[in-house]
């Protein structure tokens, strides 16, 4: 069974621009959320899915990020217009049994 | 404000030795309490987690201890091995598929 995977793994863009990151959840797995981690700090929840609808979105940071789930597969985040501070890896999880999240390898971000 | 705090910040320990972590919560809605594992360059994987109906939790080399009054949880690595090297996270969930919140993590190094 494939896990969890996320796209790209690295990027790398100047302030202004903007990125979009992609996930791809495990077959089946209605739940899916993103998390971020800046670095040293914590694993921050950024927004929840349920199939294609938004289940909450009280950690998404501002309206410059934009999160879709189409037809309850993939999802991808965008950052329109990326700043300094959005630099992190960012997380996509996903979940079955509404228990275990099964975490993807990550997305490094880095906004110069 | 952190809601899981977590120390400490990193640990180093010999081979055979034992590695301690501790976490602690405000949120007396938690009610399940996982700890994750994270190599470099991977996303984080649950190793073990325990509910607080009870006070402690085996798994192999890996035991959750839980002091339901005093809002603390621990992991101990017995006999850690070279291994077990990576960043640990402590994470706490309110409800069935709700968002995890998570600590700052520990880097681990065990050493020869």
């Known amino acids: 069974e494939a896990g969890v995977t996320q796209f790209p793994s690295h990027s790398v863009i100047e302030k202004g621009q903007t990125v979009t990151l992609r996930c791809d959840p495990i077959?089946?797995?209605?739940?899916l959320y993103w998390y971020r981690r800046v670095m040293g700090k914590e694993i921050k929840f950024l927004l929840h899915?349920?199939?294609?609808?938004?289940?909450?979105e009280s950690g998404m940071p501002n309206n410059r990020f934009l999160a879709e789930r189409t037809g309850g597969t993939y999802s991808t985040l965008k950052v329109q217009p990326a700043e300094l501070e959005d630099s992190g890896v960012y997380f996509c999880?996903?979940?079955?049994?509404?228990?275990?999240?099964?975490f993807g390898p990550g997305t490094r971000l880095t906004v110069l | 404000q952190q809601q899981v705090k977590q120390s400490p910040q990193s640990l180093i320990v010999q081979k055979g030795g034992i590695s301690i972590i501790n976490c602690a919560y405000e949120?007396?809605?938690?009610?399940?309490f996982p700890w994750y594992q994270q190599f470099p360059g991977k996303g984080p994987a649950l190793l073990i987690a325990?509910?607080?109906?009870?006070s402690e939790k085996k798994e192999g080399r890996f035991t959750i201890s839980f002091n339901k009054s005093a809002k603390q949880f621990s992991l101990h690595i017995m006999d850690s091995q070279p291994g077990d090297s990576a960043t640990y996270f402590c994470?706490?969930?309110?409800?069935?598929?709700?968002?995890?919140?998570f600590g700052t993590g520990t880097r681990l190094q065990v050493t020869l």
């Open positions: 994470a706490a969930q309110a409800g069935t598929a709700s968002k995890l919140t």
């Open positions: 077959s089946g797995h209605d739940n």
């Open positions: 949120n007396t809605a938690f009610d399940y």
């Open positions: 899915f349920v199939k294609e609808s938004k289940q909450d």
């Open positions: 325990i509910r607080p109906d009870v």
């Open positions: 999880a996903s979940s079955q049994d509404r228990v275990q999240q099964f």
